[in-house]
């Protein structure tokens, strides 16, 4: 149990540039309203990734600036696409409220980023590419790479937008059976890290009552309410048509990729958690 989705990431912002990418975003040698846009979603919480397609880097670039916006927060997140001519163009205040901006329009497919940010870390590159390539012959409008997307010890690693699911440790056949599940609206629990924007231990009370109830659909689970007491977290939460208590503790093991060789991961240890009570209400 991972439960090791990107806490803070509730809204998204993807900027097409084909790289190179260096170790972190600020770094990058991007154009000047790229990196201004980049600082007002960092000063607003919005998480800001940078995006290409996968493959060779052959694609004509649009003028203007490619955007692709994922609001991650409750029951009906959406994503909405635009190209903008500059910074002021694209309000992100109003993404932050959960309102599309006038200079996008709402897209209905799910979108796939699956992280290759070599210069953040080389596993991420080595395992991930293949991993987007593969995806990309499948469905090559929805796939594409992206920068660091936090937990480089779980690479490969996938991200299905809208609702902000992660992935870890992926092969390409465990990436396909995520994809098409996601886009049949359903969760495959394999390899599952949690949904962004709620806290670790919601996330991990949301997969134990999703292994108990065999409920995968991506809304049939949800957190109602969390209570701490020293490190353990009580939740209640729905599965279905259901209502259960969920007690989990914090519990730390050894990532496998301590032993791969030259380009592992610096900080191999990984946080999850322990079941130690699931009651039905």
Known sequence: MLASATVSARTWLLIEHDGPWASHLPDCRLPEDVHLLIKRATELGVRAQLIRRPGRRTRPQPPGIHVLMAYATGDAPWMAEGIVAAPDDLDLKALVHGVVPESCILVTEPVFLVCTHAKRNACCARIGTPIARSLADTMPDAVWETSHVGGDRYAANLVCLPHGLYYGSMSQAAALAAADAYRRGEITLDRFRGRAGIPEPSQAAEHFVRAHTDELSVSGVAVE?????????????????????????????????????????????????????????
Not at 246 to 274: L, M, Q
């Open 225 to 281: 309410s969390t209570r701490s007491d020293g490190d353990a977290t009580e939740a209640i939460v729905r599965g279905g048509v259901a209502r259960f208590r969920v007690v989990v503790e914090p519990a730390v093991f050894e990532a496998p990729c301590s032993s791969a060789g030259g380009d592992a991961c610096a900080d191999n240890t990984i946080k999850t958690y322990r079941l130690v009570e699931l009651r039905k209400l």
